[in-house]
């Protein structure tokens, strides 16, 4: 049976891929009420001046294999502040629900009688529009997988070598770590020339991307000094802007 739930309100919010101005205007108002703010690493520091002066910031950030706010704390401070404000907001990079581990704070939260609302984000993965990589395109690809690089153990996803059989365009999280393994599976698999990109703090001024052969990830990263936050991107979409080149050429009528 549920418990009954308090009247404070934790809300887990998602900040987009970094940029402000892709804040979702749902995300601007629990900011502009905000009582505190638990914000990671991923988040746009220009989103805390959102929030009202009196509003409490508190940092537990998670940075990729570096030292991170252990999960129990970041619970703690959630059941902490919900007592003693009414707008409490779980503040993370993206979109909280596509591995980002929103939703099992949005669970704990109920499971503690806590009120909270998820406000979705815009995915990291939409960043790629920003160095004119479509997710899907006709004639192209017409699916897309999202799959984490580093699972709970710290192994890359079993998913990878299912998508890579498929046509989709396959976006890889927290993979930067794994570059030397995916490449390996795809070559293994005879797959290594399929087109790749990484993109590095996409949609931010700072932003950095590059495109390579599969096989070439590790390589091309090091020599670009690429590294988190990033995404990856697989599959032929890479080369969009070639492809339909391509394609357009082939059909121009023949002069006679």
Request: charged share 20%.
């Amino acid at each position: 049976m549920r418990r009954k739930l308090s009247p404070f309100g934790l809300y887990v919010v998602g900040a987009g891929p970094g940029n402000p101005e892709l804040l979702t205007l749902m995300a601007f108002k629990v900011l502009k009420k905000a009582d505190v703010i638990l914000y990671d690493n991923l988040s746009n520091d220009e989103l805390l001046k959102i929030a009202p002066k009196s509003c409490k910031m508190i940092y537990v950030g998670k940075q990729p294999y570096r030292n991170c706010t252990p999960q129990e704390k970041i619970n703690d401070l959630i059941v902490q502040y919900t007592k003693s404000h009414s707008t409490v907001v779980r503040l993370k990079g993206g979109d909280p629900f596509i591995f980002g581990r929103g939703f099992e704070e949005l669970l704990f939260a109920e499971e503690n009688g806590i009120r909270a609302q998820y406000i979705p984000g815009i995915s990291s993965m939409q960043g790629a529009g920003f160095v004119d990589i479509p997710l899907t395109h006709r004639g192209i690809s017409e699916s897309l997988w999202a799959i984490t690089g580093t699972k709970r153990d710290g192994s890359l996803s079993d998913d990878l070598k299912c998508a890579m059989r498929s046509s989709a365009t396959v976006v890889i999280y927290m993979g930067m770590k794994k570059l030397a393994e995916i490449a390996h599976t795809y070559s293994e698999a005879g797959l290594g020339h399929v087109p790749a990109a990484i993109i590095q703090h996409a949609t931010m001024p700072q932003q950095k991307s590059l495109v390579c052969e599969v096989k070439d990830l590790q390589e091309a990263a090091f020599k670009e000094g690429l590294s988190n936050p990033a995404i990856i991107i697989i599959g032929d979409v890479v080369q969009a802007r070639a492809f339909i080149a391509a394609k357009q050429f082939n059909e121009r009528p023949i002069a006679v």
